[in-house]
């Protein structure tokens, strides 16, 4: 049986209460305001009896809205500060909630999570990029997640939903659709969180796609980071140390003079098809 919203304690008091300051150290800064908090929760569609992964739950706002939503929850928590709260939210929803003490880093994801699940997170700032590129990466796909919704620096979030041929576009923006599909679904305003970060903040949604034929994620991944490395440079010189690609730029008729941040999507798969074929 779900509690209802009226037995839970204000955010503002758990943290008093248990003394949570916010860690400069760990990227913290905590959302306190419940409606947009559930508005987070409800991104991803109806989780009612879906299982989701939480990183760095903190005092348990995210945590609660999620909880709310029916969704059975496994936070992994490297502040043991922020246990005890998390605790006493556990007894508020039985049997919905799992917390585990570690670093999200160092803890791969099918060793927590038996099944596909939804990712769900107020990611650190410190961690998320490393984070979403680790969900994100291998050949094995589909992936276990069905979705991704991640709150990150409004400029990250911008990289990640970037279209060619804009300032934001670049490597993390291939990586983010070559096999998904990605949008900005939510701005955040530095005001909504405690303490407030100097920067502003945004939610990103993915969900997987098909995933191309003839491409390795190995390559492609090589391909972008040669390319957006001078991203400046035309593509005959970013790409002239990686063996095979001029090549490849040539048999499918992409000017080497171009930039990277001017190609599609469906071009850098191209080339890295080319490299491999």
């Known amino acids: 049986m779900r509690a209802p919203v009226h037995a839970l304690p204000p955010l503002r008091e758990v943290i008093a209460r248990h003394g949570l300051a916010a860690s400069k150290a760990l990227g913290q800064n905590f959302l306190l305001d419940e409606q947009l908090l559930d508005r987070i929760a409800a991104v991803p569609g109806d989780l009612d009896g879906?299982?989701?992964l939480e990183i760095g739950p903190g005092p348990g706002g995210l945590t609660r809205a999620l909880l709310r939503a029916g969704a059975h929850v496994t936070a992994i928590e490297r502040d043991r500060r922020c246990l005890p709260a998390l605790a006493e939210?556990?007894?508020?929803?039985?049997?919905?909630?799992?917390v585990i003490e570690g670093d999200a880093l160092e803890i791969p994801l099918a060793s927590v999570m038996p099944g596909p699940c939804h990712i769900a997170s107020n990611l650190p700032y410190n961690v998320g990029t490393a984070l979403l590129i680790g969900w994100l990466g291998g050949q094995e796909w589909p992936p276990q997640w069905r979705s991704l919704t991640l709150m990150f620096q409004r400029e990250v979030a911008d990289r990640i939903a970037a279209a060619p041929?804009?300032?934001?576009?670049?490597?993390?923006?291939?990586?983010?659709?070559?096999?998904?599909h990605a949008r900005l679904a939510m701005k955040v305003h530095r005001s909504a969180f405690t303490?407030?970060?100097?920067?502003?903040?945004?939610?990103?949604?993915?969900?997987?796609?098909?995933?191309?034929?003839?491409?390795?994620?190995?390559?492609?991944?090589a391909l972008t980071a040669a390319a957006f490395g001078q991203r400046r440079k035309m593509l005959r010189q970013s790409l002239k140390s990686l063996p095979g690609a001029l090549a490849a730029l040539e048999a499918v008729g992409i000017d080497p003079a171009r930039r990277a941040e001017t190609l599609s999507v469906d071009e850098f798969l191209a080339v890295a098809r080319a490299m491999d074929a």
């Not at 041929?165 to 998904?180: F, H, K, N, T, V």
């Not at 303490?195 to 492609?220: D, N």
């Open 195 to 221: 303490p407030p970060p100097k920067v502003m903040s945004a939610i990103v949604h993915l969900t997987p796609a098909e995933m191309p034929e003839g491409i390795r994620a190995s390559r492609l991944e």
């Open 89 to 98: 939210l556990g007894e508020a929803f039985p049997g919905q909630l799992k």
């Open 165 to 180: 041929d804009s300032d934001a576009y670049g490597r993390l923006a291939i990586l983010s659709q070559w096999r998904s």
């Open 50 to 52: 879906q299982d989701v």
